[in-house]
């Protein structure tokens, strides 16, 4: 074939392609717009999924009729008129190309009347093809209705998911440009049925009751901002504000977490691993957390154009960015959660009461973290799968008297409020972990030299992984030199290693290493791995003194809930459930 140019239908559904994946890009697009013209509320209507109806509604600037044939063209816009702009952007819009966009992929049409015109000016494009301007009546503000979408486009329509899947995108979009805007009031109609709805009060807390509703906001906390923070005139060169759900609140996926720079939503893997990471050992394995970040950069420190739709940013130091969310919800989770909450042994009606009470008393594997989350980006349904274990919101480490021990492997003791079950493994294993990882960050490993180098043989692999944590080993304590071939000879270790036997522990260690380790960085997955091996063991017999020595140490956690693996460390059986379980009441 030639080469030819192509031809104006082609280039526009082409650049549509770009910009306009689904429904919710559609959405997006629109609400933003909305925004930009200043809209003190926005109203979002969609029809099976978005395929046969979107309509955003607005009441903010208008659009003048002789500007209307203009706003749907490509590269049109209002918002910036040189590239130099964008450094100081403060729009969401900017390219120009999202009503054109739309315009090529589905029958549009806007209605808009500015506050001060008589009356509204309709126009229609179909296929591409534009109708001339007409007078309606309307009140001011603007109503984009797009219909049918991507009739035309068959190989986009194909990638359509199911209606229900398609609504659920739309609603994490409007979610997120509601929680960016506070000030503004957004409605969500899906199939006539009101699905979100906020008050535009200007407050963040008020605006998430509206998104996430009652039960979430009620635990969900503000963001402490960092004690140093006020002081240093260096500051803020990034701030971290908003809301974060207390560990006892979890989903099977991350369509709870949404971040905002600048106002503006972006996704980030590196940025939501910043936030999961201060979450680390509070929460089990494959569960996430609930957070509204609003992260505020200097603009020239941020290229948003970087994106067609304008999802992903670029920070001019991404590194800061991490460190400032990790630091503001740490000390956010540590204000407010001094001592971690306590799975009980109390399940959610699962089948038959009889049936359920021998599963709590005999199963304690039903108490592990669930399933792995669906993919990333799979939409807002959290089924909440076979989650059993009911927090206890009474929640600190409580006394506990301890009676004796289970099976040489779990603690019985009593509190205020009934039975617990303490598996000696965990529990040694987490009160190891704070103790190792405190003692790194004073940068002061408690270390144990031996006496005589003891020389170990390495596997191939054993040896490569040693190489690869070497820096990360002497940081919590071991000393290792190379001995020649695929030996080593070890001359010191953690402290707490010292009890054990040193050869195992360094073999654990590096098996597990290997295999990959449990920790967000190598050295959390290094001190998750050294605390497990060095700690006590399931089988093994402990004195009563032992016991309480061990209790007292769990009681001094910061999180004396999970190990470092994320598996709980205690159960426990109310009162309350004791009475119910020997049907005393
Ligand atoms: P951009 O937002 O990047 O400027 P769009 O294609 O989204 O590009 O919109 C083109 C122009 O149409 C905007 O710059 C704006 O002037 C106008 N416009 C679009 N939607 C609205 C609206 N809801 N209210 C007022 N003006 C609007
Ligand atoms: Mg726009």
Same mark, same amino acid.
């Given at each position: 074939m030639p080469i030819r140019l192509l031809d104006e239908d082609t280039i526009g559904k082409i650049a549509a392609g770009e910009v306009i994946e689904r429904p919710a890009s559609v959405v997006k697009e629109l609400v933003e717009n909305a925004l930009d013209a200043g809209a003190r509320s926005v109203r979002v209507e969609i029809q099976a999924g978005g395929r046969e109806l979107i309509r955003v509604s607005d009441d903010g600037h208008g659009i003048p009729a002789e500007e209307l044939p203009l706003a749907i063209q490509r590269h049109a816009t209002s918002k910036v008129t040189r590239f130099d702009d964008l450094a100081r952007l403060t729009s969401y819009g900017f390219r120009g190309e999202a009503l054109a966009s739309i315009a090529a992929v589905a029958e549009l049409r806007i209605v808009s009347r500015p506050p001060d015109s008589p009356h509204a000016a309709a126009l229609v494009s179909r296929n591409g093809r534009v109708e001339p301007p007409t007078t309606v009546p309307a009140a001011p503000g603007t109503t984009v209705t797009v219909r049918d979408l991507f009739a035309h486009v068959p190989a986009r329509r194909a990638f359509l998911r199911q209606d229900h899947t398609e609504a659920a995108y739309v609603q994490r979009v409007v979610a997120a440009c509601a929680l960016a805007a506070p000030e503004v009031r957004f409605e969500l109609v899906v199939d006539g049925r009101t699905v979100l709805a906020t008050d535009g009060s200007g407050d963040l807390g008020n605006t998430i009751v509206g998104v996430f509703g009652p039960d979430i906001a009620a635990e969900m906390v503000p963001i402490v901002p960092p004690a140093d923070d006020e002081h240093d005139p260096e500051r803020p060169a990034v701030t971290v504000s908003g809301y974060v759900g207390l560990p006892t609140l979890t989903r099977g996926?991350?369509? @709870?977490i949404i971040l905002l720079v600048n106002r503006r939503w972006i996704e980030s893997r590196s940025l939501t691993f910043a936030l999961e990471q201060a979450y680390h050992s509070l929460i089990m394995v494959g569960r996430f957390p609930v957070a509204v970040l609003h992260i505020t950069v200097a603009p020239d420190r941020l290229d948003v154009n970087v994106h067609p739709t304008k999802r992903e940013v670029r920070f001019s130091d991404e590194r800061l960015v991490f460190a400032a969310i990790q630091r503001a919800v740490r000390g956010t989770l540590t204000q407010h959660t001094p001592a971690q909450t306590i799975p009980s042994f109390t399940t959610t009606p699962l089948t038959a009461p009889a049936v359920q009470r021998r599963m709590a008393l005999t199963h304690p594997n039903r108490f592990r973290p669930t399933p792995p989350p669906p993919p990333e980006g799979a939409p807002a349904d959290d089924p909440d799968p076979g989650m059993t274990v009911v927090p206890d919101p009474g929640s600190a480490v409580p006394v506990l008297r301890v009676l004796g021990q289970v099976g040489a492997t779990y603690i019985i003791a009593e509190g205020p409020d009934g039975m617990y079950l303490i598996d000696q493994h965990a529990a040694h294993e987490r009160v190891l972990f704070e103790q190792l990882w405190q003692q790194y960050e004073r940068a002061k490993p408690d270390i144990q030299t031996l006496l005589e180098p003891l020389v170990i043989e390495l596997t191939p692999t054993q040896l490569e992984t040693a190489e690869r944590c070497r820096e990360e080993m002497v940081q919590i304590g071991f000393h290792i030199e190379p001995f020649g071939g695929s030996a080593v000879a070890v001359r010191a270790v953690p402290a707490i290693a010292a009890r054990r036997d040193p050869r195992a522990v360094l073999l654990g260690i590096l098996d597990e290493m290997a295999a990959g380790g449990r920790g967000t960085t190598l050295l959390e997955s290094l001190t998750i791995s050294t605390a497990c091996h060095s700690a006590i063991r399931a089988g093994q017999t402990l004195s009563l003194a032992e016991m309480r020595e061990l209790i007292a140490q769990l009681e001094r956690c #910061?999180?004396?809930?999970?190990? =470092? @693996? =994320?598996?709980? #460390?205690m159960l426990h059986l109310s009162q309350e459930e004791l009475e119910r379980q020997f049907e005393r009441r």
């Open positions: 996926n991350r369509q @709870h #910061t999180a004396p809930r999970a190990c =470092g @693996h =994320g598996r709980p #460390t």
